[in-house]
């Protein structure tokens, strides 16, 4: 009797350290599963800097911040009329208003420096404009070029309207060392304002595409005879232009920021003018 339960206890025992055994094996097989290997990586992959960074090309500059770009889209290249944000440069090709000092200036280093170049348009909160352009920062290589207008004066801070603000300090800071030196827009005094630019405070300084419309001067004339009168002097009159503004849409007029285009004025035309009252392109 003592021997059947001698081997009752013995086989209890065995069939518990066989169950413990099996039960720690499952865990420890369960926790291998599940916990990563020491050289796995839990890093994520990472993401673009920015992802609001688009590839593009320059197709035209219309003047010193307003450029036309093309990039793909969706496989096809679309195009569209840029607007740098949080800069201004002197107008010069605004139908309603004559070249402004330094307009030309400006035009000339963006047509210098952007023309068929691969750009790269960063954008900001709000995307557009009231007139549909794409507002963006524009970089060149490793510079933004919005900063170079700043930094060589041919651009002042403006239009700071908010969310679109992200670098309205920066620009500041760059904007205080163009004047600080002097440079194009920042040589005549008053000339650049919070409030925009100011054309009549440009005197003896001025810009090429600022120059006085020349004196009239008087012809020479041949010495009289003795007792005829003295002719009166012959004044040439100051030479005449005419403007080449030529827009083939109101949509390319609006795009470079024109519109109510007056019979009469740059860059009115009878096609544009689809109700025949005298002004093209109305808003």
């Known amino acids: 009797m003592l021997h059947e339960m001698f081997k009752k206890v013995l086989i209890s025992s065995i069939a518990l350290t066989v169950f413990i055994v099996t039960g720690c094996s499952q865990q420890t097989a ?12 839990t890093t994520p992959a990472s993401v673009p800097a920015n992802s ?3 590839p593009a090309k320059i197709v035209r500059v219309v003047d010193g911040d307003t450029m ?4 793909q889209e969706s496989g096809k290249v679309k195009e569209e009329t840029i607007r740098l944000l ?20 400006a035009s000339k280093f963006a047509k210098d420096t952007l023309t068929d170049k691969d750009v790269r348009l960063e954008l900001d909160v709000s995307e557009r404009d009231k007139y549909g352009r794409l507002l963006c920062y524009l970089y060149i290589g490793d510079k933004m070029f919005n900063e170079m207008l700043l930094e060589n004066g041919y651009a002042r801070v403006a239009y700071i309207y908010p969310p679109n603000v992200k670098y309205v300090d920066k620009f500041r800071e760059i904007q205080k060392a163009a ?17 925009g630019f100011h054309e009549n405070t ?5 810009s090429p595409s600022a120059a006085a419309t020349p004196v009239p001067t ?3 004339t041949t010495a009289p005879t003795a007792g005829q009168p003295t002719p009166s002097p012959t004044v040439k009159p100051a030479p005449t232009t005419e403007s080449n503004v030529i827009y083939n849409s109101c949509a390319e007029a609006k795009a470079a920021g024109v519109y109510n285009i007056k019979r009469g004025q740059p860059g009115y035309s009878s096609k544009l003018d689809r109700d025949n009252d005298g002004v093209a ?3």
Not at 30 to 41: G, I, L, N
Not at 202 to 206: A, E, I, S
């Open 30 to 41: 369960v926790r291998t599963a599940v916990s990563p290997s020491p050289s796995a990586s």
């Open 52 to 54: 609001k960074m688009i």
């Open 68 to 71: 036309k770009v093309s990039f």
């Open 86 to 105: 949080l800069v201004d440069t002197p107008e010069s090709v605004a139908p309603d208003k004559p070249v402004q000092p330094f307009a030309l200036e």
């Open 179 to 195: 004047q600080l030196k002097g440079v194009n827009i920042w040589s005549v005094d008053n000339y650049a304002q919070e409030d």
């Open 202 to 206: 440009v005197k003896d300084n001025q």
């Open 218 to 220: 008087a012809a020479p």
């Open 281 to 283: 392109c109305e808003k």
